[in-house]
């Protein structure tokens, strides 16, 4: 039986079906429109930027670090170009195994391995980091072949900082070093400006002048707009803002002179400071011994670091900047000067120095069994009476002292142009209750008085001051700010900017109290304790011999260095001037546990005069006996300093070249 349909319901559900899925196919199209209104008008301009953003990078170019020169155009400090091999751990499945394999390749030393290793421990893992730096082209060659196989690893030409000269003046002109943790998270504290001058940039002054002058020397970031494939590779180069080279720093230093001052301590541990006392230009700046700033460029590997961070000599310390000593006898002119300007004696005024000093039961010892007799000023600076001065601070009191010492800079901060410098001590009653804790501690016995007289108690202070000192006496009691830098050189336009000097501080001292001092300075030189050593000379100099403990000795002992271990002897130092009448250089000297100043101090100071005053250069064999602490006056010819070629070491790298400045 046929079954009869009901065409209007069947038409009437079609057009339903239909109705709907037109609705549906609307409401769809709807939809995509609204969402292309939504793309193509209300975003089109964040997604814009966004596909452009894909289809091109920017990228930072990095600028060429400024150079470091000495005061006639010495090169300290500058890059050369060289290929490195660099691993992006991040890219590399595993590393060790990578490592092995280029081994295969290339030369990767046991010591690339674990200077590797420590970056690897101190920087993110997508920081791309160098294994080996230098490589030839041949190396470059080879690698280049197998890179396929080395997913992660690439050879990238970079600027690698040099210090031609290698340990010479290493802890004034510093070294710079791959960007550590801490100072990248100083470096996001930056205003924006600052931290987008940093990108790219691995490495930053870590010390001295490379890192004190940062900011000079880093330059300007460039930037590069490149259009990028799919796979992230540049095309090809849509804008260019080029990065701008770091300036020129050049320094007051004379590397020549720092390298002789350097040979002439030899192996032994010191620090000499020469300030040009006219305007504050440190000459030299020395401190003993050294280290090559080379070896932190791309990472110090650990056997290196050990050597220099766990040797009982200390070559990582600035003696001259963070070293402090007692300033011993040569603290004696400074109290002279203190004792005329404050009225507390008169140069005629006369002390009977018997060979020893009692305060009360306490028995203080000068010249050993002997003593000079009657002593004015003038005789107690010649022959370094103790008697003398030990009475005169016992008359002046510890508080008179600190304030005439503070202003010459004993125990302050000079403001030298390096970060780190200590303050030192120079002690008075305020300074010993906040030092100690318990009452019977924080109070200032008078017996403790007597001893700063001569430079010793609690009197400690930087090679730094005491020149720092020095040149203001020499210079008439006024006093100039020490500083080693002397002008930066833009490297595009060559503009010479000279540094900023800070005003100059009478501190008004009466030029015939300077007179007494100084002329006595010089009797030192011509009849007292460095007699010796200057004789001959050809110029009128000032100085002060001391010798300063370096562990304490009893008042009933005897010193005797042949008992004492070699860093429990007494240290050398020497305070100078020169010429006496129009002082062009004032310095002070310590050498470490080497006894007598005469012997040991006094005879670097004679070179160094030698060369600045007369261009003389020491000849071998005095250079030799310096070093030995067997020298007097010289021995033999001189050489003539502008004769000597430089490098002075003929094994030395040759790229630092002599430019006389204009």
């Not at 196919?25 to 429109?33: Q, R």
């Not at 460039?222 to 260019?240: C, D, H, P």
């Not at 008697?387 to 510890?398: D, I, Q, T």
């Not at 007494?516 to 007292?528: F, H, I, S």
Request: charged fraction near 25%; aromatic fraction near 8%; charge should be neutral.
């Amino acid at each position: 039986m046929t079954e009869l349909r009901n065409v209007d319901a069947d038409i009437a559900l079609f057009r339903t079906r239909v109705l709907v899925i037109g609705l549906t196919v609307f409401v769809a199209f709807g939809l995509l429109v609204s969402r292309m209104v939504y793309l193509q008008v209300v975003r089109h301009e964040d997604l814009q930027a966004q596909a452009e953003s894909n289809r091109t990078a920017v990228l930072p170019v990095v600028p060429n670090r400024g150079q470091i020169l000495d005061r006639f155009g010495r090169v300290l400090a500058t890059n050369f170009s060289a290929y490195t091999l660099e691993i992006t751990p991040s890219e590399v499945d595993d590393l060790d195994a990578t490592i092995e394999e280029l081994a295969l390749l290339l030369d990767i030393t046991p010591r690339d391995k674990r200077r590797f290793s420590k970056l690897v421990s101190e920087s993110r893992r997508f920081d791309s980091l160098p294994i080996r730096s230098r490589l030839t082209d041949e190396e470059v060659a080879r690698f280049t072949v197998q890179r396929y196989r080395f997913p992660g690893v690439d050879v990238r030409a970079r600027l690698i900082r040099h210090y031609p000269n290698g340990e010479v003046a290493s802890h004034v002109i510093g070294y710079i070093g791959r960007i550590n943790q801490r100072e990248k998270e100083q470096i996001e504290d930056w205003p924006d400006e600052d931290q987008a001058n940093y990108r790219g940039t691995d490495h930053i002054g870590k010390l001295g002048a490379e890192q004190h002058y940062e900011r000079e020397l880093h330059g300007q970031t460039g930037f590069e707009r490149v259009e990028t494939s799919a796979g992230g590779q540049a095309v090809r180069l849509l804008a260019n803002t080029p990065a701008v080279p770091g300036n020129t720093v050049r320094l007051a230093i004379d590397i020549k002179l720092q390298k002789l001052i350097e040979d002439m301590f030899g192996e032994r541990r010191g620090a000499l400071v020469a300030i040009d006392p006219r305007n504050g230009e440190v000459l030299a700046f020395v401190s003993k011994p050294t280290f090559d700033p080379n070896l932190f460029v791309e990472g110090i590997d650990e056997e290196n670091w050990k050597l220099l961070n766990e040797s009982l000599d200390k070559p990582l310390l600035n003696r001259a900047l963070r070293g402090t000593y007692p300033p011993g006898s040569t603290y004696k002119p400074f109290m002279a000067m203190a004792a005329l300007e404050t009225g507390a004696r008169s140069a005629s005024t006369v002390i009977n120095d018997p060979g020893y000093w009692m305060f009360g039961n306490h028995r203080f010892r000068s010249h050993g069994d002997g003593g000079l007799g009657a002593v004015d000023m003038r005789r107690s600076i010649i022959k370094s009476s103790n008697v003398y001065y030990y009475s005169l601070a016992n008359e002046m009191g510890v508080d008179a002292m600190h304030d005439f010492m503070a202003p010459l800079g004993f125990g302050q901060i000079t403001g030298i142009d390096l970060r780190g410098e200590v303050r030192g001590v120079l002690p008075n009653q305020e300074w010993k209750r906040n030092a100690y804790k318990r009452p019977e501690q924080q109070r200032w016995y008078a017996g403790e008085t007597i001893s700063l007289g001569i430079g010793q108690g609690y009197n400690n202070f930087t090679m730094l001051q005491v020149a720092h000192a020095m040149a203001t006496l020499a210079n008439g009691g006024i006093k100039h700010q020490p500083h080693l830098m002397l002008a930066t050189e833009d490297t595009v336009t060559h503009e010479r900017n000279p540094m900023p000097v800070s005003e100059a501080v009478n501190l008004g001292f009466k030029r015939a109290n300077i007179d007494v001092v100084l002329r006595a300075m010089q009797g030192v030189t011509t009849e007292g304790t460095s007699a010796r050593v200057f004789a001959g000379a050809e110029y009128e100099s000032g100085g002060k011999t001391g010798t300063a403990q370096a562990v304490g000795i009893g008042q009933k002992d005897r010193y005797d260095a042949r008992k004492l271990e070699e860093h429990q002897r007494d240290h050398s130092l020497y305070l100078a001037f020169a010429p006496v009448d129009k002082p062009r250089i004032a310095l002070a000297v310590v050498v470490e546990n080497a006894g007598f100043g005469s012997a040991n101090a006094a005879p670097i100071a004679r070179r160094v005069f030698d060369y600045l005053l007369l261009d003389q250069y020491p000849n071998a064999q005095d250079l030799k006996a310096v070093q030995r602490g067997e020298a007097s006056s010289p021995s033999g010819t001189p050489l003539k300093a502008s004769e000597v070629p430089w490098p002075i070491d003929p094994d030395a790298p040759k790229t630092a070249v002599e430019k006389p400045s204009p």
